[in-house]
């Protein structure tokens, strides 16, 4: 399956709807949803941040995706690759480490403030499961690109959407009884991070 949208700042994306002005309000909701938000001025930041997470959440596989479209999320990888953590990247690696390993990490398109939520182009298997399937899971974002509402997301998407398999993210995975208590982390992440890049967090030139 192909991307809904090859490029989404360049295809989809304008000023009047997409723009930091909303950072604000997509980090309260998302905190509000037990998201948890690391902003960073720059990508080698970014993988100090994660360095400090993996011994923390006990990790010793992670499943990576976005490491061809980002060049410098790429790099990341293979940093801690070297550092002795086991990096999967590649699609068959990571259906087969999906059920074991302990981190997840992607990319995602853009934040919604009115809700929180982050919106991925979950258009491979790989991608997906590495959203559903680890215990944490960490997504890159640039925080430039957050919109308003709900509504405005589906404007900015109904600009490219052709077919494809779309996903929004609020939070780690919840669930609660008829009790009402709530449980974190039951049919997906218990731990979901947002990791927002300032600087260094972008695409390809292909």
Known sequence: MEKVCQNWPQDAFDNALVSDKYWDAFAKHAEMASAEIIRVADME???????????????????????????????????????????????????????????GISTVEFGIGETGSVCADLFSYEARVTSMLPRNHIVFLNPRYTVETVTTAFEVISRVFKKGYMGFITGPSR????????????????????????????????
């Open 175 to 206: 669930t609660a009884d008829i009790e009402r208590v709530l449980s974190l982390g039951v049919h997906g992440p218990h731990r979901f991070f947002i990791m927002a890049v300032d600087n260094g967090f972008e695409r390809s030139a292909d």
């Open 45 to 103: 930041t970014a993988e100090e941040e994660i360095k400090k997470l993996i011994p923390e959440l006990s990790v010793k596989e992670i499943i990576a995706t976005g490491g061809e479209e980002y060049p410098n999320l790429a790099k990341i990888y293979e940093n801690l690759k070297n550092a002795g953590t086991a990096v999967y990247t590649d699609k068959f690696d990571i259906a087969e480490h999906a059920p074991s390993a302990e981190l």
